[in-house]
Every structure is written in structure tokens, then in C-alpha cells.
């Protein structure tokens, strides 16, 4: 059974950090290119950051470029997210997603608050 579970997510002030991860079991984790995609109250869900399999290539959306930092650990089965320098627009639900040619799995989400 695939799981993609993450944790990480919780209030934090302003120019705050937090370090997301996310935990796949029941695939071939270093074989699948993984993502991190949020989505706020009344907004689609929207790409943050992806990773390829070897985590040798990344992606980022421009708002998060030079804050937000993705990384894997293959070992682990685990991708991370480092948000520095958090803003009360970066509020959303944190999303994992998992890609493999046609197979896609998402993970439940977690919680990320930006507020003072």
C-alpha cells in the first residue's frame, strides 16, 4: 500500500522557518520524481518545489526561489522542504506528491500558518 505522509507543518511567525518532510513507503522511492504543492482557502493546489529521483535536478516556483529549499533523502524514502523567511502569503496546506510515468500519489497535507 503506498503512503506518503507528511509532518512538519505548524504556526510560525514571519521571516520564520520551517522544515517540512515527507515519508513515502510502498514504492520505489528513488525511482519517482516528488513534488511539493500547497493550496490555500479558495485557491487551486499550486507547485512550491520538485526534485528528480536522484535529486540531482530541482524546480521551484518564482515566489519561493532564494526561501524555499527541496531535498531528498533516498535512503530514508524522505523528501524535505526548508522554508526560510516564511510570509503570511505562504499560508496554505503542504502537500507531497509522488510521480513515476503514469503512477501519481498524494500525501493528506499539513498545516503551515504564517502569522505574528
Known amino acids: 500500500q503506498v503512503q506518503l505522509v507528511e509532518s512538519g507543518g505548524g504556526l510560525v511567525e514571519p521571516g520564520g522557518s520551517l522544515r517540512l518532510s515527507c515519508a513515502g513507503s510502498g514504492f520505489t522511492f528513488r525511482r519517482y520524481f516528488m513534488g511539493w504543492y500547497r493550496q490555500a482557502p479558495g485557491e487551486e493546489r499550486s507547485l512550491v518545489a520538485s526534485?528528480?529521483?536522484?535529486?540531482?535536478?530541482?524546480n521551484y516556483a518564482d515566489p519561493m526561489k532564494g526561501r524555499f529549499t527541496i531535498s531528498r533523502d533516498n535512503a530514508k524514502n524522505t523528501v524535505y522542504l526548508q522554508m526560510n523567511d516564511l510570509k503570511p502569503e505562504d499560508t496554505a496546506v503542504y502537500y507531497c506528491?509522488?510521480?513515476?510515468?503514469?503512477?501519481?500519489?498524494w500525501g493528506q497535507g499539513t498545516q503551515v500558518t504564517v502569522s505574528s
Open positions: 526534485i528528480s529521483g536522484a535529486g540531482d535536478n530541482t
Open positions: 506528491r509522488a510521480q513515476f510515468t503514469s503512477l501519481n500519489y
